[in-house]
């Protein structure tokens, strides 16, 4: 039997982190940063489980909405490492094909580069862009912006990646 996950598919992940580059208005960000935006994409109702900034709460209701009862994440820490790998990969890949800038990877950056994607892959990126769900713009306009390291960051808040040894 051939089971079927996105999480494993590295295609499925450029486009998650395509779409995410695409809705955040930074010309840079950080790599553990959009790993993370990555993991909520692929698992938005994980969203419901996080330390969210005040005001927000009302996504949390919405976010459990979305879980699929056929599709489980057990244990998110243990997902978002095996995540890592295809992440990284996929990372390198676009690099390679000149959609990112190689030379920030290795520092622990993304950053776009200015060759335009194919039109037909940047109208699926677009569309997506636009056709959000409500969990998925407050990943990119609201956690994505927040902090990355230390307390209160987006790595203590979602639980996924160790804070405490970051420098601030």
């Known amino acids: 039997m051939l089971l079927y996950h996105p999480m494993y598919d590295p295609y499925h992940c450029a486009y998650r982190i395509l779409t995410v580059l695409e809705s955040v208005q930074s010309d840079r960000i950080e790599i553990e940063r959009i790993r993370i935006a990555d993991f909520f994409f692929l698992f938005p109702h994980l969203v419901g489980t996080i330390v969210l900034p005040q005001g927000t709460q009302k996504i949390r209701s919405v976010a ?3 879980e699929n009862n ?3 994440v057990i244990n998110s820490k243990r ?3 095996q995540l ?3 992440q990284l990969t996929t990372l390198r890949g676009l690099a390679a094909r000149g959609i990112l800038v190689p030379d920030p990877l290795v520092d622990g950056w ?6 335009d994607l194919r039109s037909d892959v940047r ?6 862009a636009l056709n959000m769900n409500d969990v998925q713009k407050f990943v ?4 994505v912006q927040l902090p990355l390291a230390g307390k209160g960051g987006l790595k203590n808040r979602s639980g996924l990646s160790e804070y405490r040894y970051d420098v601030i």
Not at 123 to 128: A, G, L, M, P, Y
């Open 70 to 72: 056929y599709v489980g």
């Open 110 to 115: 993304v950053q776009r580069s200015s060759e």
């Open 64 to 66: 459990r909405k979305l």
């Open 84 to 86: 890592k790998h295809i």
């Open 140 to 143: 990119v306009d609201v956690l």
């Open 123 to 128: 109208q699926i990126v677009e569309n997506s």
């Open 79 to 81: 997902a978002y490492e």
